[in-house]
């Protein structure tokens, strides 16, 4: 009982609090309310929503999966859920592995065997429209992205932490209704440059008889 008053109070003082910094905002530049934010319905986003799959490669590998997209938090934010399989892992990449980040040839097999999970959170700044992303990877890599969208195209930065290192731009480019391209460039902290280029196709729903 204890635990859900202390929940309750943290939640109320947050409110008081956005609310207290609206009120102030309100009245000194006479901004308009983010306190209640609508729902994200931009047509990019709406046009995200649902099940992808493919398959892409890089400098160093190939690779195969698929990502779920839906709208989360009250539709404040794009929550992506992505799964891949490692079908390949160049000599290059395996003679980075073990050099860079030491890992040995057990590590680099129980990586090849096992799934590749991350999950990536996205929403639209309300003052700026700047698009703010975070990622979390199941090598325990997190990055902060932020970007804006050009028309078919979506281009974020992002800044690697964590079991993570360096710099990244990807792109995002819509080229149908059911298919899109991405290519990103990674900027490693000894000045390397690693690409990966991925194309996904939107997974047709079936209907069971």
Not at 25 to 46: G, M, N, Q, R, T
Not at 72 to 88: D, P, R, S, V
Not at 189 to 201: A, F, H, R, V, Y
Request: net charge neutral; glycine share 10%.
């Amino acid at each position: 009982m204890k635990k859900i008053f202390i929940i309750l109070l943290v939640v109320t003082v947050s409110m008081a609090s956005c609310a207290k910094i609206q009120k102030k905002e309100i009245v000194e530049e006479s901004a308009p309310s983010v306190f209640l934010p609508k729902p994200i319905d931009d047509d990019w986003s709406k046009w995200l929503v649902g099940e992808w799959e493919g398959s892409g490669e890089s400098n160093a590998g190939k690779g195969k999966g698929w990502v779920q997209i839906e709208l989360g938090l009250n539709g404040q934010f794009l929550i992506m859920k992505g799964e891949a399989e490692i079908t390949q892992v160049t000599a290059e990449q395996k003679k980075y592995l073990k050099e860079t980040l030491h890992a040995s040839d057990e590590d680099i097999e129980k990586f090849l065997s096992s799934s590749f999970k991350s999950v990536e959170i996205h929403t639209i700044d309300p003052k700026t429209g700047e698009i703010i992303g975070y990622l979390f990877d199941s090598l325990r890599c997190i990055a902060k992205g932020t970007g804006n969208r050009y028309g078919n195209k979506e281009i974020m930065k992002w800044e690697w932490s964590g079991s993570g290192q360096g710099t990244s731009t990807r792109i995002t480019e819509k080229v149908g209704d059911n298919k899109l391209i991405m290519i990103e460039k990674y900027t490693l902290p000894d000045g390397s440059i690693m690409e990966d280029k991925g194309e996904m196709t939107r997974k047709k729903l079936t209907t069971e008889k």
